[in-house]
């Protein structure tokens, strides 16, 4: 049986800069593998020089920070020259980038499916400030994103807000809603230990760490509490972190971390108590899984996704930060409240975010089981064709 060509285009690689769409881009290759269908090659301009895991290919698509400055369309050449050496039959792509409107043109023209996973909510939004600052990145970025909508073979969403944004701001329909997936938890669950309250996130404004940084000084009179922040800086400028680590220096009961493994993550979600998301907005974080899946309380301060921690009672969405400050309070000082949560919490995750969904995935890059294409989504013509390619 030949393998099945699948080419992944997403700009980071896990090995170099891991957030949540790198994981779920590493268990989705996990089954893949297992699946023994296919030959992978992974296409990303942030990889570790030199590294080839086992199982599949990276292959570089570039170096320096013309990208960073400008946009990922800037290597759109040497994209399409590495697609038409590798001849896919597949390519899924996953994060809105420049590189979604040259993976999709190549694939319009010789005849490969092109898969777009939407990873976060700003992938579909109209609003591009999430793009940088420089505008002509913006521009040209926005515009390769569309193109990649416009003609991509199959769009997979997140959550029922993404594909509703998706049809209102692009005209698409999501052809599936797939929830993101996580191996059931191997670590021992301990809650025995000291109260623990973690903050799990790269480091960049968007994130906003200075709203767990206040939320801890706001709560300092708790003193058998630890609050235990986790994650890379990966943004914002120097100043801005600096102040960052400044603001933690300063708060005595803040512990900060830096980059972790998932294994270090999870173990050390296994022992703590609450996990606190203050991003501004996000797709489906995979820390809120984690966190479930592992007996942790979830309190997030804006996001909501779905509307699944009010509707389902896995968490507190708290909407402003003194109900951010209330809801933590209340939440260490009642434990069988929390367990209450952590109880549902669990079951809610094992059913909707398993590893079945990364199968389902796996069907659809092998055998777009869903069916025809709406004409409508993927208009054909010239103009659709004048990227690379």
């Not at 599949?56 to 698509?61: A, N, S, W």
């Not at 020259?81 to 792509?93: F, H, K, T």
């Amino acid at each position: 049986m030949s393998l099945k060509r699948l080419c992944i285009v997403t700009p980071n690689h896990s090995r170099a800069a891991l957030g949540g769409a790198e994981y779920q881009m590493d268990l989705l290759i996990e089954a893949l593998l297992r699946s023994g269908r296919f030959e992978i090659f992974y296409l990303a301009h942030h990889v570790t020089p030199g590294y080839q895991p086992e199982g599949y290919r990276v292959v570089p698509l570039g170096s320096g920070s013309l990208s960073d400055r400008f946009g990922y369309w800037i290597e759109g050449a040497t994209l399409s020259r590495a697609l038409r050496e590798i001849r896919p039959e597949v390519i899924y792509s996953r994060v809105a980038s420049g590189y979604m409107g040259v993976a999709a043109t190549y694939a319009r023209r010789h005849g490969a499916r092109f898969v777009w996973h939407i990873a976060h909510d700003s992938d579909v939004s109209l609003d591009k400030s999430m793009l940088g600052r420089n505008p002509v990145k913006r521009l040209i970025e926005w515009r390769s994103v569309q193109r990649g909508i416009r003609l991509a073979h199959r769009i997979v969403a997140q959550t029922r807000r993404q594909s509703a944004e998706l049809a209102k701001n692009y005209g698409r329909n999501a052809d599936l809603v797939i929830g993101n997936f996580h191996p059931s938890p191997q670590q021992t669950i301990d809650k025995s230990g000291p109260l623990q309250v973690l903050w799990i996130a790269t480091v960049k404004p968007w994130k906003r760490p200075e709203v767990f940084i206040r939320l801890a000084a706001r709560l300092r009179d708790l003193r058998d509490v630890r609050f235990v922040m986790v994650g890379p800086v990966f943004g914002g400028s120097s100043e801005w972190v600096s102040g960052i680590m400044r603001s933690i220096e300063q708060t005595p009961n803040i512990e900060y971390r830096g980059h972790l493994p998932q294994a270090e993550i999870n173990a050390l979600l296994a022992k703590s108590h609450l996990y606190v998301n203050t991003s501004t907005q996000e797709g489906f974080p995979n820390t809120i899984i984690q966190a479930w899946l592992h007996d942790t309380m979830v309190i997030s301060l804006t996001v909501d996704p779905d509307d699944v921690l009010k509707e389902h009672k896995v968490g507190i969405h708290a909407g402003a930060e003194d109900q951010l400050a209330t809801a933590t309070r209340t939440m260490l000082e009642n434990p069988a409240l929390r367990e209450e949560f952590t109880q549902r919490a669990r079951q809610y995750a094992l059913s909707r975010h398993s590893l079945a969904n990364a199968s389902e995935l796996v069907q659809l890059l092998d055998t777009d089981r869903i069916g025809s294409t709406n004409a409508e989504a993927t208009p054909s013509g010239r103009d659709e064709l004048r990227m690379f390619g």
